[in-house]
Nanobody, 116 residues
Framework: QVQLVETGGGLVQAGGSLRLSCAASGTGFSMNAMAWYRQVPGKQREMVARITAGGSTVYADSVKGRFTISIDNAKNTITLQMNSLEPEDTSVYYC??????????WGQGTQVTVSS
């Protein structure tokens, strides 16, 4: 079993910054990629940013130029640096891990609230 623990959510004013981290723990697993998703009530969960173990990244158009995802393979940890936050970024952010030969795992979610 792989467990994901997210940290770093909170309340920030528009234009501010937050940093989210997600650490994967378990034994004997190999990471293919990790990602951040977000979801607001009544809407589908959407991908925010994804990074492979090799460092290739993909971003949602809405966050390009403002968010940066990075990975520490030794620690099985990803970080999402969120700058120039907007009220529209308010959401619950979820960490997702794609584990080779084991499947997909999700974190419990962390709330990000951006006030105008």
């Amino acid at each position: 079993q792989v467990q994901l623990v997210e940290t770093g959510g909170g309340l920030v004013q528009a234009g501010g910054s937050l940093r989210l981290s997600c650490a994967a723990s378990g034994t004997g697993f190999s990471m293919n990629a990790m990602a951040w998703y977000r979801q607001v009530p009544g809407k589908q969960r959407e991908m925010v940013a994804r990074i492979t173990a090799g460092g290739s990244t993909v971003y949602a158009d809405s966050v390009k130029g403002r968010f940066t995802i990075s990975i520490d393979n030794a620690k099985n940890t990803i970080t999402l640096q969120m700058n120039s936050l907007e009220p529209e970024d308010t959401s619950v952010y979820y960490c997702k891990a794609e584990i080779n030969y084991r499947g997909i795992f999700w974190g419990q979610g962390t709330q990000v609230t951006v006030s105008s």
